[in-house]
Every structure is written in structure tokens, then in C-alpha cells.
T-cell receptor, first 115, second 113 residues
Framework: EPEVTQTPSHQVTQMGQEVILRCVPI?????FYWYRQILGQKVEFLVS????????KSEIFDDQFSVERPDGSNFTLKIRSTKLEDSAMYFC?????????????FGEGSRLTVL | GDSVTQMEGPVTLSEEAFLTINCTYT??????LFWYVQYPGEGLQLLLK?????DKGSNKGFEATYRKETTSFHLEKGSVQVSDSAVYFC????????????FGKGTKLSVKP
């Protein structure tokens, strides 16, 4: 069964360092998303991406975050200068149709620990 | 702002027991409502959804009815199995949103044989 895969599964970084989280969405999907879950808190939406541009983003997704689909198969989330409060589980998701009609398929998550 | 509140866990049940996980929401307009499930070591998976008032979503023996009058979307299953042990998330999507799912905190269910 097709699945969304994320790498790395766990990354530890120093505050101020740049981090790139990688996702391989399901191959024929057109819509891509990043969410995060800080330990003990709710899963929160970061950004949605379609047709090579951001279609919606939350207040969390400020200038230190960026997303890219560099080669037609990967979808990346970059955090430019990590802060302690960026420590969280980051989930990538993809869907064939938009979120209002299509099912989102989530990856297992990448755990980011900022020291 | 929009929000989802679901019952705190963990919930521990014996096999074949009846399950209810409460979920209420606050939203403007007419959101779509979802239940996602996360099995150990896996990503979130859509369990069921309802897109308008009085719709009932169902899948794998689970059901939830979109109740606009009580702003609720409670998850129920008549007879749980050990394999249903997982974390269950209630979520809403505002009309017109491009993917901003708003989640509840999640409820961990453990089913004992």
C-alpha cells in the first residue's frame, strides 16, 4: 500500500542550526502538508502546498520556516534557525484532492529535538 | 477561534466493551468533521468523516454523527477489539480551508483481552 515516508525519524540539533525535514508523498498526490505536535499538545497545522506554491499557512509558519518540492518527489520543510520551542514531532501529509474532499495520508513523523 | 475538545484519556476497556469518545467543537460556518486514528509506530489515518449536519460517518465498526445542535461528533463502537488500541483524534476543517485541520488533543484507547 502506498505510504508517505519521512526522514529522519529523529534529529537532534543545536539551537540556531538549520534543519531540513524530508518527506516523500504518495506518488500521484497533488496536495502536501506539514503539521507538528509539541509533546503533550495538539497536532497543529503549519502549511499546505499545491501547484508549487503555498496555498495556506498558519501563524506558526513564520519567516524561519520554508517548504520546497525540489524534484517532483520530495517535499521538504526547512527551519532556518531552530529555537528550543521548535522541538516537536513534525508530520508530513499528502492528498490526491484538496483537504475538503480528499483524504490526507500522514507519515509517521520526524521527531526534532533542539538543545 | 475554531477549536476541538475531546475527552481526556487514557481510556481502558475490556474486549467487546462499548466505546464512546466524546468530541465537541467550536467553529464559525459549517466545518467538516473527522476522526483520525494513530496506531503505535504509524502515522495518523483517516477513520471516518462527515461533511454536513446529521451526516453519519462510519468505518471498521466505528460511527460518529455530526450534530450541529450540540456541536458534537462523538465516536462510538459497539464492541471493541484489542486491535483497536490506538490514539484517536477528532478534527475539523473550516469550509474553504486548504488543509488547516484543527485537532483535539487525542484520546489514547487501550483494549485488554
Amino acid at each position: 500500500e502506498p505510504e508517505v515516508t519521512q526522514t529522519p525519524s529523529h534529529q537532534v540539533t543545536q539551537m540556531g542550526q538549520e534543519v531540513i525535514l524530508r518527506c516523500v508523498p504518495i506518488s500521484n498526490h497533488l496536495y502536501f502538508y506539514w503539521y507538528r505536535q509539541i509533546l503533550g499538545q495538539k497536532v497543529e497545522f503549519l502549511v499546505s502546498f499545491y501547484n508549487n506554491e503555498i496555498s495556506e499557512k498558519s501563524e506558526i509558519f513564520d519567516d524561519q520556516f520554508s517548504v520546497e518540492r525540489p524534484d517532483g518527489s520530495n517535499f521538504t520543510l526547512k527551519i532556518r534557525s531552530t529555537k528550543l520551542e521548535d522541538s516537536a514531532m513534525y508530520f508530513c501529509a499528502s492528498s490526491l484532492q484538496g483537504a475538503d474532499t480528499g483524504e490526507l495520508f500522514f507519515g509517521e513523523g520526524s521527531r526534532l529535538t533542539v538543545l | 477561534g475554531d477549536s476541538v475538545t475531546q475527552m481526556e484519556g487514557p481510556v481502558t476497556l475490556s474486549e467487546e466493551a462499548f466505546l464512546t469518545i466524546n468530541c465537541t467543537y467550536t467553529a464559525t460556518g459549517y466545518p467538516s468533521l473527522f476522526w483520525y486514528v494513530q496506531y503505535p509506530g504509524e502515522g495518523l489515518q483517516l477513520l471516518l468523516k462527515a461533511t454536513k449536519a446529521d451526516d453519519k460517518g462510519s468505518n471498521k465498526g466505528f460511527e460518529a454523527t455530526y450534530r450541529k445542535e450540540t456541536t458534537s461528533f462523538h465516536l462510538e463502537k459497539g464492541s471493541v477489539q484489542v486491535s483497536d488500541s490506538a490514539v484517536y483524534f477528532c478534527a475539523l476543517l473550516r469550509g474553504g480551508s486548504q488543509g488547516n485541520l484543527i485537532f483535539g488533543k487525542g484520546t489514547k484507547l487501550s483494549v485488554k483481552p
